[in-house]
């Protein structure tokens, strides 16, 4: 299992992606408020971290404390997720908290709408994976 980890600028930023080549699954996770740059940089991390899984792989995205990132910020996260589009991504679970932004949920399900999937929401990583099974 591959797996980076990374502070953002802000104290409260920061995200992880993780490649699960047993369980197919890529699990990611996003914390605080990340610059534009921090988001490139991650959405380039998780494109290279699901080349090495295989066609249906699922995806497990923990933004149950991520802060609605600015329109310059969320540009990488839209080419990823058509990019991961692209390479056969199959089920996208959300995980989203009662202290996670509308916004912010209401932005990657219409993100992920345009780039041709639909992403599912679970409350914890562990009802993620059970509505992945």
Known sequence: MSATTRSGEKSDASYEIRAD?????????FSGTLTAEEMEVAAEETVAAAEGLRDGF???????TFTPPS???????????????????????????????MVTENAFQRR???AGYDGKTANSIAAAERKLE
């Open 71 to 101: 329109p310059e910020a969320a540009k990488p996260i839209k080419e990823a997720q058509v990019k991961l589009k692209e390479m056969g991504v199959g089920d996208v679970v959300r995980v989203v908290g009662e202290e996670t932004s």
């Open 112 to 114: 992920s709408r345009q």
């Open 21 to 29: 080549t047993a369980a197919n699954t890529l699990y990611l996770e």
């Open 58 to 64: 699922a995806i497990i995205n923990d933004v149950s």
